[in-house]
């Protein structure tokens, strides 16, 4: 008959055994990303889901690589991203932080806008790839300056306030992949379906209600 010390003494040599192996399972279903940055501001109430877990969004949260981030109806919330820029998030907007990479070279991030507003502000001399702004019927891709974008599932409006940028119509929409440069001062409407894209310049009334959904003071 075991006695029961000795069997005390093999659970804990079996956990101490497990435990290694334990953590490297978390490790895998946690895999270690690289921050992007962190909420400098919010206005009303926003979500963040890391890893299909809901958490609410406050200031000073850090954001991640696959981070999905969903504001209120009047919500607007700010991001300040390593490597010098600023998004602003507008109200009603679900935004994924697709990938993010930075190495020292450059900075590189993709983000996937189902619907809402968008403004990334690229701070000068910052050393930026690319931030590419997927929308469901148009992807923007700017490497300086500001670009805005307001997206559904049915139109992409997009911006230029400061800067060039490169409008291409998604590839797996029926119009196929047109490709555009916004100048500065330069927007579009880029509706599913389309096979073109033109740019236009904007007035200041045109881009006023736009710009005012994307600033948060």
Sequence with gaps: MTSPGRVRRRTALAAL????????????????QTPLGRVTAVRGPAGLIRYGVSQGLTRGAVVIGGDRLV?????????GV????????????????TRYRTDRD??????????????????????????????????ATTQAGTLVIEADLFTATIYALDGP?????TPDAPGGTAVARLGTGMGVDVARGARAIRPVPWTNRTAAPLLTRTTLR
Excluded at 71 to 79: A, H, I, Q, Y
Excluded at 84 to 97: E, F, K, N, R, S
Excluded at 165 to 169: D, F, N, P
């Design 165 to 169: 940028a490169r409008v291409s119509i």
């Design 17 to 32: 055994l497990l435990a290694p192996a334990m953590a490297g399972l978390r490790v895998a279903a946690a895999p270690a």
């Design 71 to 79: 504001t209120g109806e009047r919500t607007k919330v700010s991001l």
């Design 106 to 139: 450059g900075h590189d991030l993709t983000l996937t806008l189902a619907r809402g507003s968008l403004r990334a502000h690229l701070a000068a001399g910052a050393q930026w790839r690319a931030v590419s702004i997927a929308a469901p019927t148009a992807t």
């Design 82 to 97: 390593n490597g010098g820029a600023v998004l602003t998030v507008g109200p009603a907007t679900d935004i994924t932080v």
